[in-house]
């Protein structure tokens, strides 16, 4: 084996949520080794970011990059369900703070960050895979699978997984609990939509509810190049009747409802659609003596509300904010000061998840009557802003949401 390597902070994964963590540590100081399993850029779903990480780009000192990188500009959010119609407008909303965001290709936007974490001093290895951890010592000590077959050791005063769905640290520390979710999966691919100009928003992610089922729905995410991410989700089963290939099957889902049908009528299927299933996990603890997690890595939800790469880069921001005292010879308190906060907005968007699929949320989104200032708290947490306790929604968000469900049942 190579000699050890030295490195104040190792970062698995460079995914957004590794590559904002290492930027952040690169203010401080720090020496950052970050290493990624693949090699950058790579496909990846979970393309319409969220408001709320614009605040947290703009603090990794990436978010000029990031916008004059010409993604496609994004407002809002828009739902459909039959002749159904209503959308959110994020720039009208209860709090303060970035009210557009964009909706982007993960492989140009993961790879764009990643390069902004290296020009910032961060050293990023690309098809390096983590096979062991040993955190008996004072210093962390990471067994790396080089591109070339051989291993190689780093040792570092702290390590942060950001691996995503990769899930290092919770496999190999036996971290996993169940997410108490039941097992969903999602078909998706890219198209060339064909979507004539003026007939589509294209400054919104659409949100379809499939015309029989309240648990079943389709995402359709605009790209700035007039191709699209469309993708099915829904439990394990019920994806599991349609036959075919997955690309068939996507096609024949989607012609299921007839306005997307009609939507995608021109559209060009030329990327062969991608299935993953039970995607929703948790674990019981999002830190350890010398580790934490970040992101996807420790809990992740659904993708109905967009809110993975929030949660990413916010765990990343909060992170980064206990190891500068942490480092500084401050006592810290990482349940206190890392997971608690995390979950607390984890927690708000899990109370909307599940009000989703139980077909609550759906009666409040497209009801009739709607009061502008609940409406506006709303939209504050659809635009990812679920740490904002000043919100109703957020400090009470399962009783308060629960009401609104009854008066609009």
Known sequence: MSPIEQCDVLIIGAGPAGA?????LRQQGRQVLVLE??????????????????????????LQTVV???FQFKNGAAFVQGNRYTDFDFRDKHCAGWGTTYQVQRADFDQLLAQQAERQGAVV??????????????RQ???????????????SRFLLDASGFGRVLPRLLQLETPSGFPVRGAIFTHIADGIPSGSFDRNKIRITVHPQHRDVWYWLIPFANGRCSIGVVAESSFLAVTPGTETERLRELVGEDPALRDLLQHASWDTPARQIQGYAANVK?????????????????????SSGMTIAMKSAQLAAAVLERQFAGIATDWEADY??????????????????YAGGFQDVIFHEQQEPQIRRMISSI??????DRSNPYVSESKRRLATLEQLCA
């Open 339 to 356: 997971a608690v906060p995390l979950k607390q907005g984890v927690d708000t968007f899990r109370t909307f998840v599940d009000s989703w």
């Open 68 to 70: 004059e990188a010409g």
């Open 382 to 387: 659809l635009a990812g802003y679920a740490w």
């Open 37 to 62: 399993r693949e090699q950058f850029p790579r496909f990846s779903i979970g393309e319409s970011l969220l408001p709320q990480s614009m605040e947290f780009l703009e603090q990794a000192g990436m």
């Open 141 to 155: 000590r990471t067994t790396v699978r080089h591109p070339e077959g051989h291993d190689y050791a780093v040792e």
């Open 285 to 305: 603890s999002l830190w350890g003596d010398g580790y934490a997690l970040l992101g996807n890595a420790g809990e992740f939800l659904d993708p109905i509300f």
């Open 125 to 138: 290895r690309y098809r390096h895979t983590v096979t062991a951890v040993d955190l008996s010592a004072q």
């Open 20 to 24: 904002v963590a290492a930027a952040l």
